[in-house]
Nanobody
Framework: VQLQASGGGLVQAGKSLRLSCTASGTIFNIEDMGWSRQAPGNQRESVAHINSDGSANYADSVKGRFTISRDNARNTTYLQMNALKPEDTAVYYC???????????????WGKGTQVTVSS
């Protein structure tokens, strides 16, 4: 299973970006998906998480500004980021909890990350 993230870039504060992350490979079912981020000198932190039923959780720092969604037919999750702030600057990583076969075994997979830079 591979996860490919895209959509990062350089934007001014107050603007928006949408990240995408698509899972490919041998996939029977994708359970949870989500996004984490890591800024230079900081630990990786969870940003948003979406369950298989579509319910979502967010870090307090992004609530009201970021929205996570998923397209199960495309094995894809999206992170819509509005009202971006310089402190949102980080490498954003997507992840997915994947059941590869009909066996009841699931594993976490991570994408390589996409850089988001917000200028003031």
């Amino acid at each position: 299973v591979q996860l490919q993230a895209s959509g990062g870039g350089l934007v001014q504060a107050g603007k928006s970006l949408r990240l995408s992350c698509t899972a490919s490979g041998t996939i029977f079912n994708i359970e949870d998906m989500g996004w984490s981020r890591q800024a230079p000198g900081n630990q990786r932190e969870s940003v948003a998480h979406i369950n298989s039923d579509g319910s979502a959780n967010y870090a307090d720092s992004v609530k009201g500004r970021f929205t996570i969604s998923r397209d199960n037919a495309r094995n894809t999750t999206y992170l819509q980021m509005n009202a971006l702030k310089p402190e949102d600057t980080a490498v954003y990583y997507c992840y997915a909890h994947v059941q590869a076969t009909q066996l009841p075994v699931s594993m976490d997979y991570w994408g390589k990350g996409t850089q988001v830079t917000v200028s003031s």
